[in-house]
């Protein structure tokens, strides 16, 4: 094999000499005078480490949790378990089972009755087995703990106090409810928790007379259990990520929004509201079942859970949560009037698709999940005006579309390597990939409008459609998401998801217009970083060009450098130029050089907010 030295233009090592000592050591001396590499943010300089995360090990395929809770006082954050895993070993004999364990307080653990050694720290469970299993073999394990829940908030399980202040059962009761995601279900069971693991589950729960408890799939029994007690069997027999599965124990308002008269017949749809709130919750969520005909037909996917519940309770740390079958929602989507919660109704409920059926195998692909339920609001919304009028639909979608586009060119002024891209391994603590610069929610949803716009309905939504055939009940990455899109459309889109999801930042374009002799000139330069992290942006810019006399034409001017340059015949003199009014390129454009004329620089959307207004003036 022939060695090359990148120093000496590609020659191989063997012509070295031939260049002679002088040029040699004129090349030593400029490198010598090069200033200092700066410290590479993606290695920790202590260790040399790459700074990343990767999925762990499946040494065991989890087949099924059966978790049997019981809640002895409500009044005390305090909780026994005995958890059952049916596990079946995976490529090797397997001796030791390793699972996350961030709370609970394991006493004793069992395979066929047999004790296992344990052993625990802050967040592990190790389990010594009494012999090895071999691959493809199956096992019981069986595992008794308690937990004192009282520190959690927002991770795990939170347990909110009796509000003696406020009137009704909801209030003047203590209440239980999980939040799992990112890896946050292992504060209170036991488990691989990481999305590269699917698994059916099953939540028995004892609890004094009164409660409600709710959990995912489907009630299978509510059963007196004596001594003022009641016990809730919940069954969810479809696979689904260990941090989905959810608990809601409190007093509540139980009422449901479906039915043989809605628009989504044989679904349950309950709510658990505080009492009181009835009325409102009525109205605020009265667009759910029509929201899953609407997601049912578009994706050519039925609803894939036994029902589909909807919990508001309190101190919840986030909006909503799309646990499977059960989504949890904070106090506040039970303010305003009609209508104002459908943004957040949509993106949790279109998630039951879209990382629930299909969930993504690292947390490096989440904006498969979170953009796609972004993007699922502008699908609502479009529909919503489509009932008006297909101009309608159209402006209401872009508005959507537009609001994500604003929050980005606001926010995103990543540049790599400092800055990460929406999918990467880089990052400590997964809860960081929910905030940073490259958003997976907003710049998530603009990616699939600009997939949509290039793709064109036809090809982009029977791409979606193999995409959800193609994996539901199962794991997926980008590249899997990409190929079924290429397969279906011819095209390659190698370079639009390099580009939009694996590097970080958003072009920022300058324009400079020019009209001499009948000729139009637009001249675009990106003016964001540059350099051998960050090349630039290649796209396609469309501009709609508005003439004297009446009457528009769409120019596009290819961009595959820092600066781009392109003339257009022009049979009138041009009034206006709009820049990309469809978005269907994710840039920030400000005109540098108006038309001839002095109007007003064209190119910029009305400033709808003040983030938009300050880039609209050039801030930074």
């Not at 001396?29 to 590479?40: G, K, N, R, T």
């Not at 590269?196 to 029994?221: C, H, K, Q, W, Y």
């Not at 009932?387 to 402006?395: D, F, I, L, V």
């Not at 193609?470 to 980008?478: A, H, I, S, W």
């Amino acid at each position: 094999m022939m060695r090359f030295d990148s120093t000496m233009s590609g020659r191989p090592w063997c012509l070295c000499a031939a260049v002679g000592l002088a040029s040699i050591a004129a090349v030593s001396s400029a490198v010598a005078q090069l200033a200092p590499i700066p410290a590479d943010p993606r290695i920790d300089p202590s260790t040399g480490r790459l700074i990343a995360r990767f999925a762990p090990d499946r040494p065991f395929d989890h087949l099924h949790m059966r978790l049997e809770i019981d809640l002895p006082d409500m009044g005390k954050h305090y909780l026994t378990a005995r958890q059952n895993l049916t596990l079946q070993a995976i490529g090797e004999p397997r001796s030791v089972v390793t699972l996350d364990c961030a709370g609970p307080k394991v006493s004793a653990a069992s395979v066929a009755g047999v004790a296992c050694a344990v052993s625990q720290d802050d967040k592990t469970l190790t389990i010594r087995l009494p012999r090895a299993v071999m691959p493809g073999e199956r096992i019981d394990l069986s595992i008794a703990y308690d937990l004192d829940f009282g520190k959690n908030k927002g991770e795990g399980l939170t347990w909110s106090t009796p509000r003696d202040d406020r009137e009704g059962a909801f209030w003047q009761n203590a209440q239980i409810h999980s939040q799992g995601q990112s890896q946050h279900n292992s504060n209170w069971f036991p488990c691989h928790d990481f999305p590269n693991e699917r698994v059916t589950t099953e939540l028995i729960v004892t609890v004094a007379d009164g409660f409600e408890v709710l959990s995912n799939g489907r009630l299978v029994e509510k059963a007196a259990a004596g001594d003022g007690r009641t016990r809730w069997h919940w069954l969810q027999d479809k696979r689904h990520p260990y941090y989905l599965v959810s608990l809601v124990v409190g007093h509540f308002s139980v009422f449901d929004i479906g039915g043989p008269d809605s628009a989504r017949p044989g679904i349950p749809m309950p709510v658990y509201v505080p009492d009181g709130r009835e009325e409102i919750a009525k109205e605020l969520l009265q667009e759910t079942a029509a929201m899953m005909a609407f997601f049912e037909e578009l994706l050519d996917e039925p609803y894939p859970w036994d029902q589909y519940a909807q919990s508001v309770v309190r101190d919840f740390a986030a909006g909503g949560m799309e646990n499977t079958s059960a989504t949890t929602l904070t106090l506040g989507a039970l303010r305003g009037r009609a209508g104002s919660m459908d943004d957040l109704i949509a993106h949790e409920l279109i998630h039951q698709w879209f990382g629930d059926l299909i969930t993504c195998r690292t947390w490096e692909h989440l904006w498969l999940n979170e953009g796609w339920a972004t993007f699922g609001e502008a699908l609502w919304a479009e529909h919503v005006g489509g009932r008006e009028s297909p101009e309608k639909a159209r402006e209401m979608y872009l508005r959507q579309i537009r609001q994500m586009v604003r929050q980005q060119r606001f926010m995103n002024r990543a540049v790599a390597p400092e800055f990460t891209a929406m999918a990467t391994v880089r990052y400590g603590n997964p809860d960081e990939l929910f905030i940073r610069p490259d958003d997976v929610y907003s710049k998530g949803g603009i990616v699939l409008h600009m997939l949509r716009t290039t793709l064109g309905d036809d090809a982009f939504f029977r791409g979606v459609r193999l995409y959800i055939d193609r994996y539901k009940d199962g794991l997926v990455e980008t590249q899997d998401f990409r190929r079924v899109m290429e397969e279906v459309s011819g095209r390659s889109l190698e370079r639009f998801f390099d580009q939009w999801v694996f590097r970080p930042g958003v072009p920022r374009l300058e324009l400079d217009y020019a009209f001499e002799g009948g000729t139009l000139t637009v001249k675009v330069e990106q003016m964001q970083t540059v350099d051998r992290f960050n090349p630039a942006f290649v796209f396609d810019l469309p501009l709609v060009v508005e003439m004297a006399g009446g009457g528009k034409r769409t120019i596009v001017v290819p961009v595959d450098s820092k600066t781009a340059q392109a003339s257009f015949a022009m049979d009138n003199a041009p009034t206006r130029i709009v820049v990309d009014p469809e978005l269907t390129v994710f840039a920030a454009n400000r005109v540098r050089t108006p038309l001839p004329g002095g109007e007003e620089p064209a190119g910029r959307e009305p400033a709808e907010n003040a983030a938009e207004a300050a880039e609209g003036a050039g801030a930074s």
